[in-house]
C-alpha cells in the first residue's frame, strides 16, 4: 500500500518556467490538499479538493492552479514560477468528513532561480 | 486568516526529560491536532482532539484540548533520542479539512 506519492522529490526551475507537482493516492481518500512548507511558517494550505470534480482555495492559492479529475490525483500547477515559491510541497489526503487522520506525502523540494 | 502562535520554537534537551508545547489561537477551534514530522518526510499525526477540556494519551505523549478552545498543550515524557523532529499543531474551526490551520512548529533535539 502506497499511501499518498509525490512526484518529483526535487525540482530546480527558472523564473517564468512551468511545471506540475504530480500526487496520487490509493486509499480512496475523497479530500487531497496541497500545503506549502517555509521555515517558520507551518504549513500553510494552497489549494484543496473534497471529491472528483470540487476544488477551492485555501490561505496561499496565488499563482497555483489544480484540478480533481479523478479521486487518486490531484496535479499542482505552477504556470510560471517565481523564486517567491522556492518551499517544500506536501500533498496530503483523507477519509472525508470530520478528522480522520490526514495522509502526507514525503514532500517535492522546488527551487525556482 | 486564523493565527497559531506554537511555542517554543525550538528546545535542546536531554534524554529522559519531559517536555511541553503548546499553541495559542486568536480563535475558537473546535479541533486540534497535533503532527510530528522527521526529516525529509512529511508530517505524522499524533493526537487529535475534538472537545473542549479533553485530554487524551498516546504512549509517552500526552495532549490537551484548552477550555477556552483557543489553546492546546503537548506533553512528552521521558524524552528518547527518536523523539526528535518537528512538532506542529494544527486546529480547525469547522468540521471539515478545508480549514485546518498549522502553527509554525517546535524542533525538538534530544541530546543522548
Known amino acids: 500500500n502506497a499511501g499518498v506519492t509525490q512526484t518529483p522529490k526535487f525540482q530546480v526551475l527558472k523564473t517564468g518556467q512551468s511545471m506540475t507537482l504530480q500526487c496520487a493516492q490509493d486509499m480512496n481518500h475523497e479530500y487531497m490538499s496541497w500545503y506549502r512548507q517555509d521555515p517558520g511558517m507551518g504549513l500553510r494550505l494552497i489549494h484543496y479538493?473534497?471529491?472528483?470534480?470540487?476544488?477551492d482555495q485555501g490561505e496561499v492559492p496565488n499563482g497555483y492552479n489544480v484540478s480533481r479529475s479523478t479521486t487518486e490525483d490531484f496535479p499542482l500547477r505552477l504556470l510560471s514560477a517565481a523564486p517567491s515559491q522556492t518551499s517544500v510541497y506536501f500533498c496530503?489526503?483523507?477519509?472525508?468528513?470530520?478528522?480522520?487522520?490526514?495522509?502526507f506525502g514525503n514532500g517535492t523540494r522546488l527551487t525556482v532561480t | 486568516g486564523q493565527q497559531l502562535n506554537q511555542s517554543p520554537q525550538s528546545m535542546f534537551i536531554q534524554e529522559g526529560e519531559d517536555v511541553s508545547m503548546n499553541c495559542t489561537s486568536s480563535s475558537i477551534f473546535n479541533t486540534w491536532l497535533w503532527y510530528k514530522q522527521d526529516p525529509g518526510e512529511g508530517p505524522v499525526l499524533l493526537i487529535a482532539l475534538y472537545k473542549a477540556g479533553e485530554l487524551t494519551s498516546n504512549g509517552r505523549l500526552t495532549a490537551q484540548f484548552g477550555i477556552t478552545r483557543k489553546d492546546s498543550f503537548l506533553n512528552i515524557s521521558a524524552s528518547i533520542p527518536s523523539d526528535v523532529g518537528i512538532y506542529f499543531c494544527?486546529?480547525?474551526?469547522?468540521?471539515?479539512?478545508?480549514?485546518?490551520?498549522f502553527g509554525q512548529g517546535t524542533i525538538l533535539t534530544v541530546h543522548p
Open positions: 494544527a486546529g480547525a474551526g469547522g468540521t471539515s479539512y478545508g480549514k485546518l490551520t
Open positions: 479538493s473534497v471529491g472528483a470534480g470540487i476544488t
Open positions: 496530503a489526503s483523507g477519509a472525508g468528513q470530520g478528522f480522520s487522520p490526514l495522509h
